[in-house]
């Protein structure tokens, strides 16, 4: 088995749509746990919403590769359209930011609400942050 954290944020009905990931990673039978989600203002593109985000904490038998392509799948059943603006409003976003206890995405390092999550849910990994 496999272990990741998944990054989730969104600003479209936020509280709706991360229930509707919670509830579909749990019917999945991966979700372990799940991190705090606070309110974020927007990166970039700083004239939308506010965004929730937090993370959790799956077990799965799919490789990395397979898990992304699920995640996406997710993403576009819970409505999420890709646009040009890579910091637009979105309705989900599920990206995953460690992988087996080691961090995958360098967003980890430069957004602290991601860093919390992750020390959060995997706190072995905080020496790793600075």
Known sequence: MNQAIIAAGSN????????????????AKM???????????????????????GAFLIETRFDARQLKAWLKALEDNLGRVR????FGPRT???????????????EVYERDFLKNSVIELCPELAPLMG
């Open 83 to 86: 646009g040009a603006d890579k």
């Open 12 to 27: 479209i009905k936020p509280q709706y749509h991360i229930e509707q990931a919670r509830i579909q990673l749990n019917e």
């Open 31 to 53: 979700l372990l746990a799940e991190s705090q989600f606070i309110q974020t203002t927007p990166i970039g593109n700083t004239d939308q919403p506010d965004f929730i985000n």
């Open 92 to 106: 989900i976003d599920l990206d995953i930011v460690v992988w087996n206890k080691e961090i995958v995405d360098d």
